[in-house]
């Protein structure tokens, strides 16, 4: 079960790379290739977003709790709006976890030399991991991830076939800016196809030099939780090897998982800069043994405005006293083990 949880996680953060990474001609698919160019060279913009997600969850006992948490989640979106500025390789935002009426307001900051992040629950700001925000933050890595993004958003392309794709024109998008006709691009994905284009970027993305080097502070840290030596060949060891276990997972699950429906549409400007993008992506899973059905449906939309305008970005002010290391805000959390009592031998007589 614990394969099958990662495997849609996986899922779920391949489609959202498809439609997030190209904020990434007449025809559909040229329109988009031409946009997802022009939108990997947006220098400064301001992004908004809100996503929900409902869970259909067979119980087989009416847990209160569960009920409770469950409701909360189904009723609940996450939504937020980020300024970036790509020449400073600056990122600030804040967003909104709202969860049936609770709310919950976090804020976000990246940059090369610190990133962090403020939640309700901690009265400091978490400082996030320095090693895995530079590499995030390197010119040549961002360069490298955004041809990746263009080759991947092509390979999509080339592989739908045309009817899946239609256009509307003279969209009117509404924006803090004001209004702004679109293009819309809508792309319906089949079952079958769905999982070929998974199959095949998945890979592609384990196997890239510069998303490995963006993954390997994560897994460092991963190993060495596991209590195990972090060397250079145990982190690209691992990283194959998460690879194999995807490959075997999705074999494993292919049959039991079923997209009922996976639609993503863009909005495009005439200057071929992506204003809007929504997705919709509805899949089950089900147990070959129980028959039971696991359910999840995701809404997300996002818009773009202020595109290579200038803007400014907030920087929140950080030191010793307003800020602590994420490492050491999880072990303030973590329990500490019990010294193992040993068993005293009776004395020889």
């Avoid at 509404?174 to 319906?188: A, H, L, Q, R, Y």
């Amino acid at each position: 079960m614990k394969k099958r949880k990662i495997i849609s996680l996986l899922l779920i953060i391949v489609l959202s790379i498809g439609i997030l990474s190209a904020c990434g001609p007449k025809e559909p698919k040229e329109i988009l290739k031409k946009a997802t160019e022009e939108s990997a060279d947006m220098k400064t913009g301001t992004q908004s977003f809100e996503m929900g997600i409902k869970l259909d969850i067979p119980m087989e006992n009416e847990d209160p709790f569960a009920s409770m948490i469950l409701n909360a989640i189904n009723n609940g979106k996450i939504s937020g709006t980020f300024a970036s500025d790509t020449n400073e390789m600056k990122t600030f935002g804040d967003f909104t976890l709202d969860l049936d009426g609770i709310s919950y307001k976090c804020e976000l900051y990246f940059s090369p030399e610190k990133s962090a992040i403020k939640v309700p629950m901690v009265d400091k700001y978490i400082l996030l991991d320095d090693e895995e925000m530079k590499n995030m933050s390197d010119e040549d890595q961002v360069k490298e991830m955004q041809k990746l993004s263009i080759d991947m958003v092509n390979s999509i392309l080339d592989e739908l076939e045309d009817d899946s794709l239609s256009k509307k024109e003279d969209v009117v998008l509404n924006t803090p800016e004001g209004d702004v006709k679109v293009t819309e691009i809508t792309m319906d994905i089949s079952d079958e196809k769905i999982k070929t284009i998974i199959k095949d970027i998945v890979p592609t993305l384990f196997e890239n030099p510069a998303m490995r080097e963006m993954m390997v502070p994560s897994i460092k840290q991963q190993l060495e939780l596991e209590g195990k030596e972090a060397t250079d060949e145990a982190v690209q060891a691992e990283l194959d090897n998460s690879l194999k276990e995807f490959n075997e997972g999705f074999t494993e699950i292919e049959d039991i998982l079923t997209f009922n429906e996976v639609k993503i549409v863009y909005g495009v400007d005439d200057d071929y800069n992506i204003r809007s993008s929504k997705i919709k992506l509805d899949y089950k899973m089900q147990d070959k043994e129980t028959g039971e059905e696991l359910g999840i449906v995701i809404d997300a939309e996002g818009k773009v405005w202020g595109i290579n305008e200038p803007i400014e970005i907030e920087e929140p002010e950080l030191t010793e006293e307003n800020s602590i290391k994420m490492e050491e805000l999880m072990n303030q959390f973590m329990m500490p083990m019990p010294e193992p009592e040993l068993e005293q031998l009776p004395e020889e007589q």
